[in-house]
């Protein structure tokens, strides 16, 4: 087994919480600016 074997999974879980914080981060902005328009429309 090589190192590249060894990291392989490791990068794939890199990715996905990349890829999960990157949703996270989106959806509370997204909450963010309709709270925003939420509070200019009062």
């Given at each position: 087994?090589?190192?590249?074997?060894l990291?392989?999974p490791?990068?794939?879980?890199t990715?996905?919480?990349?890829?999960?914080?990157?949703?996270?981060?989106a959806?509370?902005?997204?909450?963010f600016?309709e709270?925003?328009h939420?509070v200019?429309?009062?």
């Amino acid at each position: 087994m090589s190192d590249w074997d060894l990291l392989t999974p490791g990068i794939g879980l890199t990715v996905i919480g990349i890829v999960g914080v990157g949703i996270s981060l989106a959806g509370i902005a997204h909450t963010f600016v309709e709270g925003m328009h939420a509070v200019s429309l009062l």
